[in-house]
């Protein structure tokens, strides 16, 4: 094909959401399946990346020395069947576009992240996990099949009987396995748009754990926001948010006339780039003080998106790191060795100066199939560190190595910075990955500034 006929590229600087790092790119937008194939055959380049919202913190849906497919116009919904909650939607629907249509009518999407505005596609290529992991698993357990796109133009129907070693290469496999095209998952079946809250201050470590393991099993949803700049006894000064979807019976009499009305609230924007020191350690311990004392121990009624997507309230908001950029660090702890980990991973960063911004702490249940897939059974905890150069990187390489000497590991969908030799210690079926991916993209078609950086894909 000649490459007049490609649909049209730019090149420019781009960024996932931690702003961090920024990398110059070939960017193509398929409009349809046959501009996608066009693509992925013929643009003259090594390789591709694919990308949906850009949402991912790192360089995951980067591509430095190739180009990056952008996916967001293949956002259809295909067909919903009521009464299996079965959705069939193309890759780039948004989370926030599917509650935003069938929340209404009783659904809720069943494993969401902290913000709604990733698609489907990436949630499936990060398996995803929420604030119900340890009740409901990731991503992959609600996904009935999905279609792929391989390196070599083929479409591939994958679910957990047919090619299933490609169904859980995929998930997890952050986009390496092909591009993503349509998939169809279970939806959630809810009485009513709202979240019966119980939210609880804790003043240390041990008791944070301690609650979560007594409490864990009562509530769907379950997740800690942490003071990570609390120091000595206060090490581990939180408040633990949980939550199940409120029931008709729930309702004051006022909210059970519309109990499924999707609240349209104002929102704000961060309008520009914050000076880099408007986020400085007194700062964030004042940030983390407010919110402590915002929250004493009650518990309320509250809306889905109030309980989820606080921060989706505020466009932009990641400008509010200034123009360095944040590092999100997410690491997950056998339940074994997650009290000791966790003390040393905060001591650590305490030790270093290494203020996080927002520091929130879950537990996560079994681990699925996925050779790539993060969630295991322990506790995860991410933090959002304001870049700050070579000192936070060389910190975090010592995280890396306490969350690898408790048997722990590290997001993808965060990761930034992790060097090869610790990410294969982290993850011992890479040699499952890549002999899956060999057989889907003999010809490496799809890569990113991540696999090189991490050995999954070898850069030439």
Same mark, same amino acid.
């Given at each position: 094909m000649s490459e007049d006929l490609l649909p049209r590229s730019v090149r420019r600087p781009i960024s996932g959401w931690g702003r961090q790092p920024t990398e110059t790119c070939e960017l193509y937008r398929p409009e349809d399946l046959d501009d996608a194939r066009a693509i992925v055959a013929h643009a003259p380049c090594p390789d591709l990346t694919?990308?949906?919202?850009?949402?991912?913190?790192g360089d995951a849906s980067l591509n430095d020395r190739g180009a990056v497919l952008l996916s967001d116009r293949l956002d259809r919904m295909i067909a919903f069947d009521r009464e299996t909650g079965v959705l069939r939607c193309q890759a780039a629907v948004s989370l926030a576009d599917i509650i935003r249509h069938f929340l209404p009518r009783g659904f809720f999407f069943p494993v969401t992240p902290g913000t709604k505005n990733i698609t489907v596609g990436g949630a499936i290529a990060a398996d995803v996990h929420g604030k119900n992991h340890h009740t409901n698993g990731s991503m992959?357990?609600?996904?009935?099949?999905?279609?792929? $796109? @391989? +390196?070599?133009?083929?479409?591939? &129907?994958?679910s957990?009987?047919?090619?299933?070693? /490609?169904?859980?290469?995929?998930?997890?496999?952050?986009? $390496? @396995? +092909?591009?993503?095209?349509?998939? &169809?998952?279970?939806?959630?079946?809810?009485?009513? /748009?709202?979240?019966?809250?119980?939210?609880?201050?804790?003043q240390d470590l041990d008791r944070l754990?301690?609650?979560?393991?007594?409490?864990?099993?009562?509530?769907?949803?379950?997740?800690a926001w942490v003071d990570s700049l609390a120091t000595g006894r206060s090490l581990g000064r939180s408040v633990l948010m949980r939550a199940n979807h409120a029931s008709l019976g729930d309702l004051p009499s006022r909210l059970r006339g519309d109990p499924l009305a999707v609240k349209e609230k104002a929102r704000i924007a961060v309008p520009f780039t914050l000076p880099d020191f408007t986020l400085n350690p007194l700062s964030m311990r004042l940030f983390n003080t407010a919110f402590y004392l915002r929250h004493p121990t009650a518990r309320k009624l509250t809306d889905c998106d109030a309980f989820f997507y606080p921060l989706d309230s505020i466009q932009h908001w990641n400008r509010g790191y200034g123009s360095r950029g944040v590092l999100q660090y997410q690491c997950v702890i056998p339940e074994a060795s997650a009290a000791t980990g966790i003390q040393r991973l905060l001591e650590e960063l305490t030790r270093s100066g290494c203020g996080s911004f927002l520091t929130v702490l879950k537990s996560l249940g079994p681990a699925s199939e996925?050779?790539?897939?993060?969630?295991?059974q322990g506790k995860t905890l991410a933090l959002d560190l304001p870049y700050t150069g070579p000192p936070l990187l060389e910190t975090l390489h010592r995280v890396?190595?306490?969350?690898l000497e408790h048997g722990g590991r590290v997001?993808?969908?965060?990761?930034?910075?992790?060097?090869?030799?610790?990410?294969?210690?982290?993850?011992?079926?890479?040699p499952e990955f890549k002999r899956v991916k060999a057989r889907l993209d003999p010809d490496g078609r799809f890569s990113s500034s991540q696999a090189r950086r991490l050995g999954i894909v070898e850069a030439d």
């Open positions: 694919p990308r949906g919202l850009g949402r991912s913190y992959s357990a609600w996904i009935e099949r999905f279609s792929l $796109l @391989t +390196g070599r133009g083929q479409v591939l &129907e994958c957990r009987e047919e090619n299933a070693d /490609a169904f859980w290469a995929t998930t997890g496999g952050m986009g $390496l @396995t +092909g591009l993503i095209l349509d998939a &169809e998952l279970r939806m959630k079946p809810v009485e009513t /748009a709202y979240m019966n809250a119980d939210y609880e201050r804790i754990l301690a609650r979560m393991d007594e409490s864990d099993e009562d509530f769907d949803y379950a997740v996925g050779p790539l897939s993060f969630p295991m890396d190595e306490i969350v997001y993808l969908a965060k990761d930034s910075c992790m060097a090869r030799e610790a990410f294969e210690r982290m993850y011992p079926r890479l």
